[in-house]
């Protein structure tokens, strides 16, 4: 099993739409997660931290569900710049800190 | 305010050849990391380095080798080049001594072995 899984999407949403998306870890003990956006061919680039409480910037809204072991990235007012791949990362933090799982990453594809 | 920085940006090898990938932070970092990222995969480890003299691998290391220059400094090296290593390689760094710190990317070094 992967340790860091998602739906690779697409998902094409109209603009204006609200949209979200789940990731599944499998390491019961991680402590560490974040939503990471990636625009075709360029570098990832950190999006957001995801805490226990879960946070909100601007128009995103991360979660942490740990019983399900998942995180959600919550994206509202989709604009066309939104448009991009969303990656999610998983830090276990047991033993190894420089051990950070990657996501294959969902496709957002935002429609005018 | 630089961040993470690599080079080159492109570059084209014959199999056989060799070549060493550069990247420097100046965040001053810990850690630093390689990754490749194929077409419809995720990013793969290839080896970082938890601190100044200490390397490791990751997920993806035969071929490659590596050098923890200095703090700033992390090389990537391919010794001999295969097609299987035609890529996008990302460095990164992080202050990752608990974990809890995100990691930074360079901006990519596509990497085409004909």
């Known amino acids: 099993r992967k340790e860091v899984e998602q739906d690779p999407g697409p998902f094409n949403v109209p603009e204006g739409a609200t949209v979200a998306f789940n990731c599944t870890y499998s390491n019961s003990a991680s402590q560490s997660f974040f939503w990471y956006r990636q625009d075709c061919r360029k570098e990832p680039k950190l999006l957001m931290s995801v805490y226990s409480s879960g946070n909100e910037d601007g128009r995103f809204t991360a979660q942490l569900n740990r019983a399900s072991q998942y995180i959600s990235l919550l994206i509202r007012d989709s604009k066309l710049s939104d448009s991009a791949t969303y990656l999610c990362?998983?830090?276990?933090?047991?033993?190894?800190?420089?051990?950070?799982?990657f996501g294959s990453g969902t496709k957002l594809n935002v429609k005018p | 305010n630089a961040g993470v920085t690599q080079t080159p940006k492109f570059q084209v090898l014959k199999t056989g050849q060799s070549m060493t990938l550069q990247c420097a932070q100046d965040?001053?970092?810990?850690?630093m990391y390689w990754y490749r990222q194929d077409p419809g995969m995720g990013l793969r480890l290839i080896y970082y380095?938890?601190?100044?003299?200490?390397?490791d691998k990751g997920e993806v290391p035969n071929g490659y080798n590596v050098s923890r220059l200095n703090k700033r400094e992390f090389s990537l090296r391919l010794e001999s080049a295969a097609p299987s290593q035609t890529s996008v390689y990302f460095c990164a760094s992080s202050e990752a001594r608990a974990g809890n710190q995100p990691q930074h990317f360079g901006d990519g070094t596509r990497l085409s072995i004909l």
């Open positions: 990362v998983v830090n276990p933090k047991t033993g190894n800190f420089n051990k950070f799982y």
């Open positions: 380095s938890a601190s100044e003299g200490t390397t």
């Open positions: 965040m001053n970092h810990n850690s």
